[in-house]
């Protein structure tokens, strides 16, 4: 599989997982720094998946 599609796939896969945590999983409360708020989540997510995208 070729490098850029390996890391794109990665960024999206990772951000659509870090959004859907934020949705299913969450914080309620607002306590939580990754999970109450989307955007951190996503990002966090993003970044995840570029990490495991990465890996040889």
Avoid: D, E, Q
Avoid at 3 to 8: C, D, F, H, P, Q
Avoid at 24 to 39: D, H, K, M
Wanted: aromatic share 8%; with cysteine; proline share 5%.
């Amino acid at each position: 599989m070729n490098t850029a599609l390996k890391i794109i796939l990665g960024l999206v896969l990772g951000a659509a997982g870090g959004f859907l945590y934020y949705k299913l999983v969450g914080c309620s409360s607002g306590a939580c720094p990754l999970t109450s708020n989307p955007a951190t989540s996503t990002i966090y997510g993003a970044v995840v998946g570029l990490s495991i995208a990465l890996l040889p």
